[in-house]
């Protein structure tokens, strides 16, 4: 009989104690040590590594280089996002909270190559075979259908499985819904669920079958369980978005065979996920050009993208005013709100600030600060921010002209604490995306060093231009019935 040890494991960062503790000491969250039994190996390590013998070392030019052949979803997007394909024997963990699309998605890509001619294999440890199916009818064309699937939540059996079929891509919907009858602990249990990937890992290296890992985000955002399965697997991709939204975005957030700046934008149809190739397109026709919004010329990894921001400002009726934000960093809007009124004079202490990125998109790029910046002073005067035409900064690509109804205003930059505006990567790329949907002048830092010089640029150009230097104005605008007064310093 093993020696059983207890060990107490943290849901969070899989930091392992002996004794149990209200506050993690590896991340510091609290309540996040569960109780695992595990059997002490019989073996001393020590006596182990003695009888071991050595290797000889060779260098790395002497190393035989593999090719990797790669496998192609069918989903062009999930495709680049991946780095080119799946690569044989690789483990790619898919996140994404509930209902975001992972099912879908994984199905889509299985149904693409399994009519390609590839051996594939759907192990669901969530939904019934007749669920699965209920999905893959509803996707266009029949593909879906000749997937082979499974339905079983035992490891053991689903590694006897993969060892009989030997498929070349297999999915696991969850991983975290999958458990090991060897291990104590619920399914979904940090030691499970490392165990788990660990074992479909083994198989899948040595099989060289391409395993697509679904698992459940936390309430955070986070991938749930240990981050020790970050670790583990070659592949993190993030499905990020809103249920309720139509956009979606799957980024890599590690990728041994790829880069980890690509980024995919779906959206969510009756007929499944269709990649939304012309997403600048679509954000740009779909900007309001009302006060609070402008158009932020982003890198989504090697590719630009148009996405509106929008902000909204109104006289706080709390103590602490509010600051919601949504699709980006919470810390950067209040960097940029303490620039705003250090170095432009618009003081927001008394105001609730609002700020979305529209479309359910996440801009993680310091650029999109000059973007905040210029929605918040906008929303805060009631002034709309109309661009094109020859303005004092950027390209003028597009000619349109500017004025009522005019195109809506583009920028980007990131915003230093002593006001001043830094450039950031490819802005000949990003400025080309502006002009290509007619976005013709672009506020950017090469024209406006400043964020003052930036703000004058933007309102100088708009209809009723404000000098950025001068002390607001009450505005008359539907969606600001206030005194006026609130943002003042
Ligand atoms: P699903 O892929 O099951 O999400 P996850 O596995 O991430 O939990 O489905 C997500 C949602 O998408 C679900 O509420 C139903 C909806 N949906 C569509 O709108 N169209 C479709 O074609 C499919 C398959 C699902
Ligand atoms: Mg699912």
Redesign the pocket.
């Known amino acids: 009989m093993p020696r059983v040890a207890p060990v107490h494991v943290c849901s969070a960062c899989g930091h392992e104690t002996t004794r149990w503790a209200g506050q993690c000491p590896g991340c510091g969250e609290w309540n996040t040590l569960v109780e695992e039994s595990r059997a002490l190996p019989s073996a001393r390590r020590g006596s182990a590594r003695g009888r071991s013998a050595a290797v000889s070392p060779v260098p790395l030019g002497a190393v035989a280089a593999e090719g990797h052949r790669r496998l192609s979803t069918g989903v062009g997007e999930l495709d680049t996002v991946l780095g080119g394909g799946l690569v044989p024997g690789a483990l790619v963990l898919i996140g994404?909270?509930?209902?975001?699309?992972?099912?879908?998605?994984?199905?889509m890509a299985l149904a693409n190559l399994e009519a390609a001619g590839r051996r594939t294999l759907y192990v669901s440890a969530?939904?019934s075979a007749a669920q699965i199916r209920l999905?893959?009818e509803?996707?266009?064309g029949d593909a879906a259908l000749k997937i082979p699937v499974i339905a079983e939540t035992a490891l053991e059996t689903v590694c006897a499985t993969l060892e009989r079929e030997r498929p070349e891509v297999c999915v696991i919907?969850?991983v975290q819904t999958l458990h090991s009858a060897e291990l104590t602990g619920a399914p979904g249990s940090v030691g499970q669920v490392r165990d788990v990937a660990g074992e479909v890992m083994r198989v899948a290296k040595q099989l060289g079958i391409a395993v697509l890992l679904?698992g459940h985000v936390t309430k955070d955002g986070a991938l749930a369980g240990p981050r020790v399965l970050e670790h583990l697997v070659d592949c993190v991709l993030q499905?990020e978005g809103e249920?309720e939204r139509t956009y979606r975005t799957v980024r890599a957030v590690k990728n041994r065979f790829g880069s980890t700046n690509e980024v995919a934008v779906f959206e969510?149809?009756?007929?499944?996920?269709v990649e939304v190739l012309d997403a600048s397109a679509r954000f740009v026709a779909e900007a309001t050009r009302a006060p609070g919004s402008v158009v932020l010329c982003s890198m989504e990894g090697s590719r630009p993208l148009l996405v509106e921001v929008q902000a909204l400002v109104s006289r706080s009726e709390l103590v602490a005013p509010r600051r919601v934000v949504s699709g980006l960093d919470r810390n950067r809007v209040a960097l940029v709100l303490a620039v705003l009124g250090r170095h432009a004079g618009i003081g927001l202490g008394a105001s609730d600030v609002f700020v979305n990125v529209v479309g359910g998109v996440r801009v993680e790029e310091p650029g999109v600060d000059l973007a905040v910046a210029l929605a918040v002073a906008s929303a805060a005067r009631g002034v709309p921010l109309i661009g094109g035409g020859a303005g004092a900064g950027g390209v003028d690509g597009g000619g349109r002209a500017g004025g009522a109804g005019g195109v809506p205003l583009a920028c980007f930059g990131e915003l230093g604490l002593t006001g001043e505006l830094r450039t950031v990567a490819h802005p000949d790329r990003r400025l080309g995306e502006a002009a290509k949907f007619g976005l013709g002048s672009v506020v950017e830092p090469t024209s406006c060093p400043t964020l003052a010089a930036a703000l004058a640029s933007a309102f100088g150009r708009g209809r009723a231009a404000v000098p950025a230097s001068s002390e607001p104005r009450p505005t008359p605008h539907a969606g600001l019935q206030t005194t006026g007064r609130f943002d003042s310093v």
């Open positions: 994404g909270a509930p209902g975001i699309g992972k099912s879908t998605l994984t199905t969530e939904e999905r893959a509803r996707l266009a919907d969850s679904v499905f249920r969510m149809r009756d007929d499944g996920l």
